[in-house]
């Protein structure tokens, strides 16, 4: 019986959702509106942008909105604030895209 009870305990855990965590960013240049970048729909104001999704990678969310909105100031994944080295690597992407972009034409 406690076989049983514990096989359906971890069954449910393994099914249940993943949770949502909650992103906020500061943006260099405002702006608003809605940004759909990667997994996440950031409703924009001003020079802050506010998101909620389950991924799982907020690296890459951060990317993808600096790609899109420009730089990136300050980054918030659940209250937890993104470190300088860690907007440093997401601001980078917006220059290795507009690099790209350049080297291509």
């Known amino acids: 019986m406690i076989r049983r009870i514990a096989s359906l305990s971890i069954t ?23 940004i759909i970048a990667r997994d996440i729909n950031w409703a924009c104001a001003g020079s802050s942008c506010q998101g909620v999704t389950s991924e799982s990678r907020p690296a890459v969310l951060c990317q993808a909105l600096a790609k ?26 917006i220059k290795a895209d507009t690099g790209k972009a350049a080297g291509g034409q």
Do not use: I, Q
């Not at 730089?71 to 980078?92: M, Q």
């Open 12 to 34: 449910l855990a393994l099914a249940a959702p993943a949770a949502a965590s909650t992103y906020s960013a500061k943006l260099t240049a405002p702006t608003s509106g809605r």
């Open 68 to 93: 899109k909105a420009g730089k990136v100031e300050g980054f918030l994944v659940d209250g937890r604030a993104f470190s300088d080295a860690e907007l440093g690597k997401c601001n980078a992407s």
